[in-house]
């Protein structure tokens, strides 16, 4: 069975930064790209980026808002994707989610909270 | 950036009846090499994760109750619900994975009238 959860989110003040955790299970972690995909409270959702698995280089894609402040990564050897976020404003506050895939995503975390408030 | 424009953004409809929802993207999806369009559809229920609907437009998830269709074609697509039922209650999203960043709709909230 697919499994994807979602760690670390806390309460940061602005201009702070976290690390979020995606721990996978279930799948053959290396062969799939892994997305983020945010919810503000009460809001719709927003692609944030996703990172393509090993066969594809690895490499990353970001929505503008995010880009330069926020990183993803994966470590295939602990199926782990993550989302390094740096200088975190107000409007970054929401429902962070994990997703397999590049679009037509068939998994989902949960999701970990996320507040930035002074 | 693809803008993917959902209308509307809320619909009551009875139960037993049709629900339809739209969903306009900016510009074409549809990687010609191979035929697709690179669409997906999915339900959110409250205090839960999105769920998928469908992918490639059309193609129906596993699982996914027949009564659900995705159609359409060019950059309008289509959500139906033949026959409405309560547990069909969520707000509805669209989302191109044609070219980053991989845009969603603004959702569509579906009510029973």
């Known amino acids: 069975e697919v499994q994807l959860l979602e760690s670390g989110g806390d309460l940061v003040q602005p201009g702070g930064s976290l690390r979020l955790s995606c721990a996978a299970s279930g799948f053959t972690f290396s062969s799939y790209a892994m997305t983020w995909v945010r919810q503000a409270p009460g809001k719709g959702l927003e692609w944030v980026g996703f990172i393509r698995g090993k066969g594809f280089g690895g490499t990353t894609d970001y929505v503008a808002s995010v880009k330069g402040r926020f990183t993803i990564s994966r470590d295939d050897s602990k199926n782990i994707a993550y989302l390094q976020m740096d200088d975190l404003k107000t409007e970054d506050t929401g429902m962070y989610f994990c997703?397999?895939?590049?679009?037509?995503?068939?998994?989902w975390g949960r999701g970990t909270l996320v507040i930035v408030s002074s | 950036d693809i803008v993917m424009t959902q209308s509307p953004d809320v619909l009551s409809v009875s139960l037993g009846e049709r629900a339809t929802i739209n969903c306009k993207a900016s510009q074409s999806i549809l990687y010609s090499s191979n035929n697709n369009y690179y669409l997906a559809w999915y339900q959110q229920k409250p205090g839960q994760p999105p769920k998928l609907l469908f992918y490639?437009?059309?193609t129906r998830e596993s699982g996914v109750p027949d009564r659900f269709t995705g159609s359409g074609s060019g950059t309008d697509f289509t959500l139906t619900i033949s026959s409405l039922q309560a547990e069909d209650v969520a707000v509805y999203y669209c989302q191109q994975y044609y070219i980053a960043p991989y845009t969603f709709g603004q959702g569509t909230k579906l009510e029973v009238k």
């Open positions: 490639w437009a059309f």
């Open positions: 997703t397999r895939g590049r679009g037509g995503a068939d998994h």
